[in-house]
C-alpha cells in the first residue's frame, strides 16, 4: 500500500509509512501506479519541485507525489522500500546511501548557491569577504550570533563542512541551534531575522524572502558555498516493489536538455529578476560544451 502525498512533514509521513507496511496485508482496491519522492525542502518551498512534477505529467500522464524533509531525513525514509526517487544535496549522505546498497547512482540535476547573510550593521565585519571560512572565523572571533539548522540536512551538512574547513568548532553562547531546524530554510532564516544574527543559507530562500526580512547577503561567491542537488533512484533490486520503471522515465525527462532542464533553466526569471536553480545534468554539460 503506498500514500498518496503532496507534501506532508517528514514525522507525519514515517508514522503513515509505519502504519501502511502494517496493514499491506489488507485487501484494497487498486490504483494507479504513481513515483513518490522524497525531496529535501528548499526545492520544494520555491516552487521547483511542484512545477517539475506538474509539467511532467501534464506530458506523460504519470503523477508524482512528494514528501519534503532535511536531506538526512529524506534519505532515512527512502530505506524502508516506500520511497521511488530522493532529491538531496549531501553528496557524503548522498554517497553512503548508495554504498549501503539502499540507491542505484547520484545523478546530477541542478544547483544554486549558499550565501552568509546576517544584519546590515555587519557586527562581525564580513561584509564583501570573498572566503566563507574566513567569514565564518571572523563571526567566531567577534562572538556574533549565529542560527544553525542543526538537524543533519543538506543546509546542515553543508555549513559544518565549511566550520571544518575554516578550523574553527562552532561553539560557545553565540553559536544557537535552532529547535525547529528540521522545519526547513525558511522558518530558519525567519529566525535569523528576528535574532538579527548570521546564518547559510541557500540564495533561492533569500530571494524568497527578501521582501520580508531585515537581514541582507554578505558572503558570496565562493566556489565553496556551491549546492550540488542530486537525483537517486531507490534500488528495485533491494526493494522490488518500487516503481522504478516510471522512476527512470522521470529522471530522463528531469535531465533532458529540451524538458526539465529547461525549467530548471528559467524558474524564477519572471518573480526575481534571476534564476533560482542552474541546470547541471550531463546531458545539459554535454550540450553547453559542445
Not at 546590515?120 to 539548522?149: C, H, Q, W, Y
Request: some cysteine; overall charge positive; glycine content about 8%.
Amino acid at each position: 500500500m503506498r500514500i498518496f502525498v503532496r507534501k506532508w512533514s517528514a514525522l507525519v509521513v514515517l508514522l503513515c509509512l509505519v502504519l501502511a507496511a502494517g496493514c499491506a496485508s489488507l485487501s484494497s482496491p487498486k490504483s494507479e501506479p504513481f513515483i513518490f519522492l522524497s525531496s529535501t525542502i528548499g526545492p520544494i518551498d520555491s516552487g521547483i519541485v511542484a512545477a517539475l512534477e506538474d509539467q511532467f505529467e501534464k506530458e506523460t500522464g504519470i503523477r508524482v507525489r512528494h514528501v519534503g524533509a532535511g536531506t538526512g531525513a529524506a534519505l532515512k525514509l527512502a530505506t524502508n522500500g516506500q520511497i521511488d526517487l530522493v532529491m538531496a544535496h549531501a553528496k557524503s549522505l548522498e554517497e553512503k546511501f548508495i554504498a549501503d546498497g539502499y540507491g542505484t547512482e547520484r545523478i546530477p540535476l541542478m544547483y544554486n548557491d549558499f550565501v552568509i547573510v546576517g544584519p546590515a550593521s555587519d557586527p562581525a565585519a564580513v561584509k564583501g569577504e570573498k572566503s566563507a571560512t574566513a567569514a565564518l572565523k571572523k563571526i567566531m572571533e567577534a562572538n556574533a550570533k549565529f542560527i544553525s539548522r542543526g538537524d543533519k540536512s543538506g543546509t546542515h551538512v553543508a555549513e559544518m563542512e565549511l566550520w571544518k574547513k575554516s578550523g574553527v568548532e562552532p561553539k560557545g553562547a553565540w553559536y544557537v541551534v535552532y529547535e525547529k531546524g528540521a522545519e526547513g530554510n525558511i522558518p530558519t532564516l525567519k529566525y535569523t531575522d528576528q535574532q538579527a544574527a548570521y546564518t547559510v543559507i541557500d540564495r533561492a530562500t533569500f530571494l524568497s524572502l527578501k521582501d520580508q526580512i531585515k537581514v541582507v547577503i554578505l558572503v558570496e561567491g565562493d566556489e565553496a558555498l556551491l549546492n550540488y542537488i542530486s537525483l537517486i533512484p531507490v534500488n528495485p533490486a533491494k526493494f522490488p516493489k518500487v516503481n522504478h520503471k516510471d522512476t527512470l522515465t522521470f529522471v530522463k525527462w528531469l535531465t533532458s536538455p529540451e524538458k526539465g532542464q529547461l525549467i530548471i533553466r528559467d524558474f524564477g526569471k519572471d518573480k526575481y529578476g534571476a534564476p533560482l536553480f542552474f541546470p547541471n545534468s550531463v546531458e545539459w554539460q554535454k550540450l553547453q560544451n559542445k
